[in-house]
């Protein structure tokens, strides 16, 4: 079983950038397929970005595509999420998740065993 903790949000203005992290223990991150979801006040929980067991895949929600990129960190046991031009309508927390089912990347959330407690991101206009 893994535990997943994520860092890096905050407050941020429009159009400035953030890393978030997510440091994993228990098991290495390499034995996951790992996302990212996010979600804001009043709505449901959206799929962000995701990346392959092998690292070798990666998969972004449309409207985060070009601004954020997803990584893994095998030495540091981490996953990452660079992402750029931040605008409001990013704010939201921001969680990372594990998945044991798959070995490529997926978008449901379902598929994923394993949540970290989320990092607050708040970008202001």
């Known amino acids: 079983q893994v535990q997943l903790v994520e860092s890096g949000g905050g407050l941020v203005q429009a159009g400035g950038s953030l890393r978030l992290s997510c440091a994993a223990s228990?098991?290495?991150?390499?034995?996951?397929?790992m996302a990212w979801f996010r979600q804001a006040p009043g709505k449901e929980r959206e799929f962000v970005a995701a990346?392959?067991?092998?690292?070798?895949?990666?998969y972004y929600l449309d409207s985060v595509k070009g601004r954020c990129g997803m990584s893994r960190d095998n030495a540091k046991n981490t996953v990452n999420l660079q992402m750029n031009s931040l605008a409001p309508e990013d704010t939201a927390v921001y969680y990372c998740?594990?998945?044991?089912?798959?070995?490529?990347?997926?978008?449901?959330?379902?598929?994923?065993?394993?949540w970290g407690q989320g990092t607050q991101v708040t970008v202001s206009s």
């Open positions: 228990g098991r290495t991150v390499s034995s996951y397929a």
């Open positions: 998740a594990a998945s044991s089912k798959i070995t490529t990347w997926s978008s449901w959330a379902s598929l994923y065993d394993y």
């Open positions: 990346i392959s067991r092998s690292g070798g895949s990666t």
